[in-house]
């Protein structure tokens, strides 16, 4: 499913909400299944210990024991692409290898959930179109995809739901909006032969300052 609206909606917070990053002011939240988060660039690395360091790291936050990412290593490494750099600290690394190594650590084995925040629009096109592949498989193994992006390639390919995240404010409530003119949903649609991208509306309302 992929969630699109304007900025300021809340479509961040609500994956964080759903990743147990932050919690609900409001209501519940329930989860069944492994949750995989690719929220932000470098989300609980730490900069000064090494790629290897944060492998197991990250593994550990991830659930896993330190025995399972080690047996995991070189498989981790090497759909990375970061190669000899792995033993050197991330505060030397590009952005795009950060994001290589956090994914490629997040979807080593396959989640029930896998939530991802625009990390995509990271890194080579090489590495894009291998993610991009990797999470299709998931999709494919039943695993739940949930993706915001600004991307309209991005929801067309990944995506046959989209949530529709509106911002209101309690001052000044306007008609629901034109979510059939978001370009996400209208790139899937002009082209022939595609399953149209069903959405849901959802409104979220604010209190005007």
Known sequence: ????????????????????????????????????????????????????????????????????????????????????????????????????????????????????DEVLAVGDADFQKKSAARIREFREGGSTILVVSHSPVSIKSLCNRVLWLCLLYTSHLPGPPAADRHPALQLHRRRPGRTPVSYTHLDVYKRQI
């Open 1 to 116: 499913m992929g969630i699109v609206g304007p900025n300021g909606a809340g479509k961040s917070t609500l994956l964080k909400v759903i990743a147990r990053v932050s919690r609900p002011t409001e209501g519940r939240l329930r989860l069944r299944g492994r949750v995989a988060p690719l929220l932000e660039l470098g989300a609980g690395f730490d900069y000064e210990m090494t790629g290897r360091e944060n492998v197991f790291l990250n593994g550990t936050v991830l659930g896993f024991s330190r025995k399972d990412m080690a047996r995991r290593l070189d498989r981790i490494v090497d759909f990375s692409g970061i190669g000899e750099f792995i033993d050197a600290p991330v505060r030397t690394y590009s952005s795009g290898m950060v994001a290589r190594l956090g994914f490629a650590v997040a979807t080593d084995v396959r989640p029930e959930i896998l939530i991802i």
